[in-house]
Every structure is written in C-alpha cells, then in structure tokens.
C-alpha cells in the first residue's frame, strides 16, 4: 500500500515537474556564453589578438597607396566593436526572451561598451586615411541612439552616411557592394561569417565548415573574426534556421549535435 501511495504521489507530481521545467525560459541556456563574454579574461583577450593581427595586416599596406587610394574597413557592429552582453543578462536576470521591443529597449540607452580593442584599431586606422563603415541589421529607427552611442565611445565616422542599416534584406551583400562601389575595402570585421560574404547566408552546418575551408587564407589577413557564443547564424544553423522550435525540440537538436567518443 504505501508503494503503492508513493507512485500515485509521483504520477500526480509529474505534470507539475514538467510544466515548471516547460516554464525555465531558453535564455538561461545562455547563461554560460554571456558569463564568458562578461568575466573571462581569455574572451578579452581574443578579442585584442583579433585587433591585433588587425592592426598588423593594416601595416602592411603601401603608404603610397593610402595617400592615393579610396580605402575603407567595412564592420559589422553588435558584438564587433559594440558589447550588448548587458541585454542578454537582463533578460536572463528576469527570465525572458529575446523580442525585437526588448532589443530596442537596450538600444535606445545607447549603453552598450566597446569590445575590447575595437575602438583603439578604428582610430588608427581612421588615422592612416581609411574610411570606416558600419553595416549592421539593427533596424532604422535605431540610427539616432546608435549614432549617440558610437560617439560616446569616440568611434570614427559616426555619422549616417557612414552607416548602412537594416532596411529591406537581411543580406548585407548590397550594401557592402555599395561602399565597394566607391572604396577600395581592405579588410572586414565581423562576428558572423555572413559579415564577409553570402557564402555563409541560410547554410547547415557541413556546408558552413566548407565554405570557412574554402576561404582560408582571408581570415585573419582581409577577414577579422571577433567571437560571439551567444548568438548568431551559428545558431541558427543548429536550429537548422528555424528559431520558433519549441524548447524541447531546440534541446534535443543540442544534444544531437554533440559528438562524444
């Protein structure tokens, strides 16, 4: 009888225990990637290695062909040169998840820092003559509080007609050939590897890894990678681009991704 008891406690329990576990919002999954970003000091400094090797490929240029060349560093700006890590965190903090009215909440206090070592490169190569350009899928209502805060960090060329937003495509193709149009563009910064090229646009996995293999030789000379784990079109990938899958099935295509011994 009493075994008997107990299991009927449990199998009243259960619905309870799963819809507890069903409420835990997906963001705390990323409480690790945003702790790292936030407290390691190793992520800082891959992001001054990235700068770094940056700086050095900017050396290498010709003085003659920056005094006679149109030149221009193309970056993209969230979690390139500006640190929104704080907005995760908030939401982690309050149990929610991400929305576009959440994101525009943190956008508007223009609040975000500098990843480490962004601002330093921008302004010297700013001081070789390159022109900077910032392309971003931050939306156009953004424009005003992003400018305020990119000059509250001294970024160079702060200004619209250096900033190429979101406006009818996601694809950052046309506007980076708008400013190639122009410019001669010696270097991309990005944190998404469809930052550089379509290569990388709406791509599983394998064929993300290929397209990275096929281009080696840039990363690190014209392509400069800052890391991001907390969000991106890696993620996407996983998900395999569709990101309204519910936690569970999101759960299960993590752990299928595992590949253990």
Known sequence: ???????????????????????????????????????????RALCYQAFNMAALRLQEIPRRKLRKSKLAIITDLDETILDNSYSEAQL??????????????????????????????????????????????????????TLLNLRKLQLPDADTSHMLF???????????????????VVMLLGDNLTDFTTAFEVKGIGARNQATDAVKEEWGRRFIVLPNAIYGEWEKAMYDYDMRRTPADKEALRKSHLTGY
């Open 1 to 43: 009888m009493k075994t008997f008891f107990i299991c009927m406690i449990g199998v009243l329990l259960a619905p309870l225990t799963q819809a507890q576990e069903a409420t835990i919002p997906a963001s705390s999954v990323k409480a690790y990637p945003v702790l790292f970003q936030q407290t390691a000091a190793e992520y």
């Open 92 to 145: 982690i903090k309050e149990g929610k998840e991400y929305s576009s009215q959440a994101w525009k909440q943190w956008t508007d206090r223009a609040a975000a820092t500098a990843v480490p070592g962004a601002v330093e490169f921008l302004q010297a190569a700013k001081q070789k003559g390159i022109s900077i350009f910032y392309i971003s899928n931050r939306d156009t209502t953004e424009i005003n509080s």
């Open 166 to 184: 979101l406006r009818n495509t996601s694809s950052k193709e046309v506007r980076r050939q708008q400013v190639m149009e122009q410019y001669e």
